[in-house]
């Protein structure tokens, strides 16, 4: 009841200010009317923890965040798991993952690697991550540097929630294309499209979990639905000319999400991220990711997700070396010669560039 008058109201005045005046009254009204009756529990917990009193990210009007994720309303039903269990990680494989570059050896590697550093180059613009920048300055002067292009907390989540959102997009068209060509050719697909999709679940999950500590604005919201429009189109025009370039070209932008995810852990472990330091992951990672008991904190769930990224990294680059309509999936294929380490589901083979085709599939002649 409180809720929609308070909304009511908040529209009438819209109606008459402009959208900025709008945001800082909502934000006003909020503070002293609806603060901690309409938040939702964790979002509450994580912003008092890290900033008393005060909104760190959103630009949206506290008293219309709601739950994310508010449970079904299904009487029978006691939970629902997830369609893909995630593979188990030990510490030790999370802590072996590496920053690693595939070198492009043809054109198409050169165009996917080019479609890469422009998106990289737009993302950048977006989160205000300006790392280059930030190397040159701080070789002059360090702490001018650090001030200037310092990376916390807020511009990581920016970052993280608009990669991620992006980041889902690909396998769920490839899948999508490849279900669709497999009906139409009446032809077996070689079990490509389950990897797909469930790396863009997996993609989802991640974007799940970000939101789950911050609600992003109608800024960033327009902004991901533009890239999503954007993104989705090129891609689908992209798989259809293409699928090689662009599995290569996801190859290079989980390079990037690897890197990211890397200093993200290398801040947070140096101490600039301190609002992260003590903070616990959300339930929905602690389920997802099977997290133990122990290893349930914010830095834990960056190593596990760099972990899935550097998977996909080494998933998209092996499917970029394969024959795109022939080939069977290496990520579900059983060997015939098992002495010898194969491609898997989880990251204890995990190879940064992929496996090559010679190596999963075989050359011809043997
Ligand atoms: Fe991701
Ligand atoms: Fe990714």
Redesign the pocket.
């Known amino acids: 009841m409180l809720s929609s008058r308070a909304t009511s109201s908040c529209s009438a005045a819209a109606s008459k200010r402009s959208a900025a005046q709008v945001v800082k009254a909502w934000n006003g009204l909020t503070q002293t009317t609806c603060a901690s009756t309409f938040r939702p529990g964790l979002v509450y917990a994580q912003q008092s923890q890290w900033a008393p009193g005060r909104r760190d990210f959103s630009t949206s009007p506290q008293m219309r965040m709601k739950e994310f994720f508010p449970k079904p309303d299904a009487p029978n039903i006691f939970k629902t798991e997830a369609a893909w269990p995630h593979p188990i990680y030990s510490e030790e494989q999370m802590r072996n993952v590496t920053v690693a570059h595939r070198e492009a050896k043809n054109f198409s590697d050169k165009v996917a690697l080019f479609a890469c550093r422009i998106l990289r180059w737009g993302l950048d613009r977006v989160s205000g991550y300006k790392h280059a920048d930030a190397v040159k300055l701080s070789k002059m002067d360090p702490e001018l540097a650090r001030k200037k292009y310092a990376m916390n907390e807020h511009k990581y989540l920016i970052r993280n929630i608009f990669?991620?959102s992006v980041?889902g997009v690909p396998g769920m068209v490839a899948g999508m294309l490849r279900h669709l060509a497999s009906m139409r050719r009446m032809k077996r697909d070689n079990g490509w499209i389950e990897t797909l999709l469930e790396?863009s679940y997996?993609?989802r999950m991640?974007l799940l979990t970000f939101l789950k500590m911050a609600e992003p604005g109608w800024f960033m919201r327009l902004m991901v639905l533009g890239a999503q429009g954007v993104f989705f189109n090129a891609m689908f025009v992209s798989y259809l000319i293409s699928p090689r370039t662009c599995h290569r070209f996801?190859g290079y932008?989980?390079e990037e999400?690897v890197i990211t995810y890397s200093r993200e852990i290398k801040d947070l472990e140096e101490g600039r991220l301190p609002m992260w330091e003590n903070m616990q992951a959300p339930d929905i990672a602690i389920n997802y990711w099977n997290m133990p008991e122990g290893h349930r904190t914010m830095r834990d769930l960056l190593y596990y997700i760099r972990a899935?990224?550097a998977k996909?990294?080494e998933v998209n680059h092996t499917l970029g070396n394969l024959d795109q309509k022939k080939d069977p999936n290496p990520y579900v294929s059983m060997y015939k010669d098992l002495s010898k380490p194969h491609p898997t589901k989880g990251i204890d083979h995990l190879k940064p560039t992929g496996w090559e085709r010679e190596e999963v599939i075989g050359s011809p002649n043997k």
Do not use: G, Q, T
Request: charged share 45%; proline share 0%; hydrophobic share 35%.
């Open positions: 990669l991620e980041a790396e997996n993609e991640h996801v932008i989980e999400a899935d990224e996909h990294r």
